[in-house]
């Protein structure tokens, strides 16, 4: 069975700055999606970017990138130059390509606070 | 676009009661699900659905019910509330996979906070 582990419960970044949040996760598939998700205080959950694993270019938006590491197994989101409404609950989730549903496996959080 | 779209936005039931939360989505996405959230424990799939009739079990279906009668709507009912549902409750969706790589992005609703006592 999949899992995803982010073992950081909480982080916390000066406005400006930059801050990586880590995840890993466990599969025997090689076709697969990964996904960080954030959720504000309002709860909605907001998706921040994707990568495919068959691609080997790391996924970047704006802000946010990844460094996506197959053979680890590791995905990690930076968020350069941090801004107070980057704060949030912030999720990393896995989605296998080609299985029976589109469940999405998620970690347990980083719950990440922006300093002024 | 309304996007996905949940009602109510927050429910307090007793014990023993029932209700439904619903769901509906207007962008034709063939795929929906219902997660729910508790503290320290991320998203679980409560049930999920591939298309108009068709309905499945998720990873924590016990307690719930779904139905699927046409795309648009995935109503997730409570049969009999007990206080382990208390939890946040999401609803998403997506495209299915024969349209493509990009299809399998979900979309979340705002969430329901269910409260039982």
């Known amino acids: 069975a999949q899992t995803v582990t982010q073992s950081q419960p909480e982080m916390s970044v000066q406005e400006a700055e930059t801050v990586t949040l880590s995840c890993t996760y466990d599969t025997s598939e090689s076709d697969y999606y990964l996904f960080w998700y954030k959720q504000p205080p309002s709860r909605q959950m907001i998706l921040v970017i994707r990568q495919e694993a068959y691609k080997q270019q790391n996924a970047t938006e704006n802000r946010f990138s990844v460094n996506f590491q197959k053979a680890a197994k590791s995905f990690s989101l930076k968020i350069s130059d941090s801004q107070l409404g980057d704060a949030a609950m912030y999720f990393c989730?896995?989605?296998?390509?080609?299985?029976?549903?589109?469940?999405?496996?998620f970690g347990t959080g980083t719950l990440l606070a922006v300093q002024p | 676009n309304a996007g996905v779209t949940q009602t109510p936005k927050f429910q307090v039931l007793k014990t023993g009661q029932s209700m439904t939360l619903q769901c509906a989505q207007d962008m034709n996405h063939e795929y929906m699900s219902w997660y729910r959230q508790d503290p320290g424990m991320g998203l679980r799939l409560i049930h999920y659905s591939v298309g108009a009739g068709i309905t499945d079990q998720g990873e924590v279906p016990n307690g719930y019910n779904v139905s699927r009668s046409t795309t648009e709507d995935f109503p997730l009912r409570l049969l009999s509330a007990a206080p382990s549902q208390t939890s946040v409750y999401f609803c998403?969706?997506?495209?299915?996979?024969?349209?493509?790589?990009?299809?399998?992005?979900?979309?979340f609703g705002p969430g329901t906070r269910l409260t039982v006592l």
């Open positions: 998403a969706s997506s495209y299915s996979r024969a349209s493509g790589r990009m299809a399998d992005t979900q979309y």
């Open positions: 989730a896995y989605l296998n390509y080609g299985g029976a549903t589109n469940k999405l496996i």
